[in-house]
Structure formats: C-alpha cells, structure tokens
C-alpha cells in the first residue's frame, strides 16, 4: 500500500507563504492537493500528472504552485499571497492507475492525514 505523509502546515498572516511537502511510496500517475475547511466539504487545490502537466482550482491560480521531485518522491504546494480563506486541513492524494488529470476526490486512492494551514487577517 502506498503510504503519504504531509509536512509543512503552520500558521501566517494574510500576504505571507508556506510551502507544503508531501512524500510517497511507490509509484504516483496522479498526485493532487485537497483542501477542507471547517464546515465544508473536501476541495480539490492543485493536480500534477507524471509529465508535469498540472491543473489549478480558479480560486487559487496565479498565488499556488504543484511542483515534484522525482528523485525524492515529494510533491509540493508553494503557497504566496495567503488569505484567510485559504484556512483549511491540506491533504495529499496520489494514484497509480493511468487516468486523466482531475480535481475530484474520489478519483484518488491514497491519502495522507493532512497538514494545517491558518492564515490571520
């Protein structure tokens, strides 16, 4: 079973940065980042394919970066220009099955348990 494991959640004041890690075993076709809120439900963040393709929830585009190193098996989440509403419990999620890029939850068997990310106004 592949195992994924999330650090670097912490807290910042509106306009700071954190970077997200996310480490995995075994092979990845898929990997993605998720976030949930308090109250709300499961929100796909940012995807990136094996071949670096990438996709981008609207409400984070042009402030959140998806980026990998294959060589250590970690993706990560450059996150700039932070707002309160990006508060939320970040999960990772990768797959190995070949299928197209997506944002939904479902579409992901392996999952961490999630790093906290707080943003103050």
């Known amino acids: 079973e592949v195992q994924v494991v999330e650090s670097g959640g912490g807290s910042v004041q509106a306009g700071g940065s954190l970077r997200l890690s996310c480490v995995h075993s075994?092979?990845?076709?898929?990997m993605a980042w998720f976030r949930q809120a308090p109250g709300k439900g499961r929100e796909g963040v940012a995807g990136m394919r094996h071949d670096r393709r990438t996709t981008y929830a609207d409400s984070v585009k042009g402030r959140f970066t998806i980026s990998k190193d294959n060589a250590k098996n970690t993706l990560y989440l450059q996150m700039d220009s932070l707002k309160p509403e990006d508060t939320a419990m970040y999960y990772c999620a990768v797959d190995e099955r070949v299928l197209s890029l997506t944002l939904i939850a479902g579409m992901y068997k392996y999952w961490g348990r999630g790093a906290q990310v707080t943003v103050s106004s």
């Open positions: 075994g092979s990845a076709y898929n």
